[in-house]
Every structure is written in C-alpha cells, then in structure tokens.
C-alpha cells in the first residue's frame, strides 16, 4: 500500500499538467520557417485597392445571394428578387446621400451583365473609404487576376490533403506531392481564391480554396497550401515507406510524433499521463482521430 502511495505522489505533478491546444502544438513549431513563410505570404497576396481608386467597370463576382440583403430596395422588381449567385457585378460610380447625423455617405452604384442596376449605401464617406473596402459577398476580380499573374505555371509542392472537384465537393487529396498550378478564380464567401492545379504524377485535377488578407478565416495561405520546395528533403530520417503513408494521410504502429503531425496535421489537443510503464501521450482531433503514444512511438489508433 505504501509502495502505491509512493508512485502515485510521484506521478502527480505529471498528470496534473494543463492539456495541451492546438495552438500551443503549432507554436511549439514556430522557428525561424515562420519568418521566411510570413515573407512569402506577402509575396503572394493580391493587393486591395482603395474605394477611392476603383475605376468605372471594376467587376465582382457575387459569392452568395445575401448580398441583395446589403442593397437599398430598387423600383425594379425583377432586380429584387432574381438570384445573383455566381454572377458579375460592374461597379458604375457613386453617389453621396445625407445620413441623419449630416454625413454625406457614399452609395455604391453597380450593375449585373444583364443591365439591373443595384445601389449599396455603406454608411462611409469618401474619408472613411480611403483604405481598402471589402463589400460582404463580393469578391474583387482584380484581386483574382493578379494572383493569375504570379502563380499560374507554378510547380510547387501541395502541403494540405483538403482537395475539392470542380462541383466543390471534397476529394481525396494527398499531401507534400508536386503540382502545377493552372489557373486562379474566384472562391467562396468564406475563402475568396480557388486554384485550379494538377498533380504531377498522377496527372489528375483539383482545387484548394486560399484565404486573402482580408478573409475572416486565416488558416488557407499560400505558405499553408504550398511549399516551394520538396518538404521530403527537410526530413530525410522518415523511411519511405512511412514517408508514402503521409502522403496519403494515414498513420501506421510505430510512427513517431513529428511523422504523424505531418501525416495529419497538428492535434486539437494533447494529454499527458504518467503510468508504471513509462509516460503515455493521447493527441485527439476535431474529426474523432485519436492517436496513443508510448515513449514517443505511436502505439494505438482510431481514425
């Protein structure tokens, strides 16, 4: 009974210790990489143009049909009720309107391709709209044709296995393989950029979704989509055969902790228990993966 006390005292500052997050895992993760791919996300974003420099005939793709909820209520009809979802927007100049607390407001005029006009009031005057402004739902095609520009022909190496079809459904990716990036267009409300590419070896298409600057969800950049380089070569310790198994996104007995991590990215959460064999670590996941580590070695699994 003693003897239990005893191992049971030892163990208690270990299995006291706070879980550990996801946010701490990809902190602990940070280095000097997260400097260099800070740069290159800079290298690769589109740059928004101030409300006061668009030009008459700037186009906008409409991501979802709630942004007629954002436009004052029109003598036409039809402009009020037909679906603008997946369609184009020309923005054709604007109007300033006295707010009730004396402000001259700006009122954005624009037009679809059939000719329907459509006026937003933002509640901003010309002064409040000398930096960039996002309108909900609507996704700026400049923005989309320079990242056309830069990254179209691109060889690079996709880092996420979360590919869609062209329908938008999810697919089967794989993950650290080269591709050729083909085109850019536009994404969703959520995420503003849709890159078409090819995997290199299988010769088959698909899509990633990548966040802008502006994007409410910042989890989608390039640095988190691509690696110019070969991310094999950084780890030159993992057989190939575990190496095939991280491509594929899949786990095997034996793996260690850094070959899963790359297999299926960061845990939500990390727990650490004390036991009489040795110390035994529990990762858990959004999706209801868990992975059980024994000194360092994955020994169980569910996925």
Known sequence: MAASLMLTACFTGVESTKAITKKDVERAYEGSDATVEADRDRLYAATSAAFVEWQQGK??????????LLFAPSADAAADTASLQHRYLCYKGYSTDTSIDGKE??????ADDSGREFQLPTG??????????????????????????MLTGKEVYV?????????????????FVRVKILDV?????????????????????????????????????????????????????????NWACIVRG????????????????????????????????????DNGVYLIFEDGLLARYRK
């Open 59 to 68: 186009r906008f793709f409409v991501t979802d049909d709630n942004v007629r």
């Open 124 to 149: 901003k005057t010309l002064d409040d709209l000398k930096q960039p402004y996002a309108i909900p739902f609507l996704i700026d095609m400049d923005e989309v044709l320079q990242l056309r520009s």
């Open 105 to 110: 407001c700006v009122v954005i005029a624009f």
């Open 185 to 241: 267009l536009p994404g969703n409300k959520v995420f503003p950029y849709r890159l078409r590419f090819s995997d290199v070896e299988k010769g088959v298409e698909a899509f990633v979704y990548m966040s802008s600057a502006q994007s409410s969800v910042q989890n989608r950049t390039y640095t988190d989509l691509f690696s110019d380089t070969d991310v094999h070569l950084r780890y030159p310790e993992i057989s190939d055969e």
């Open 159 to 175: 880092k996420t296995p979360l590919w869609y079809d062209a329908e938008g459904n999810a697919a089967n990716g794989r993950r």
């Open 250 to 285: 899949d786990v095997t007995i034996g793996m260690t902790k850094d070959e899963c991590r790359l297999s299926l990215g960061s845990p939500k959460t990390i727990n650490r228990r004390a036991t009489y064999d040795g110390l035994v670590e529990y990762w858990s996941y």
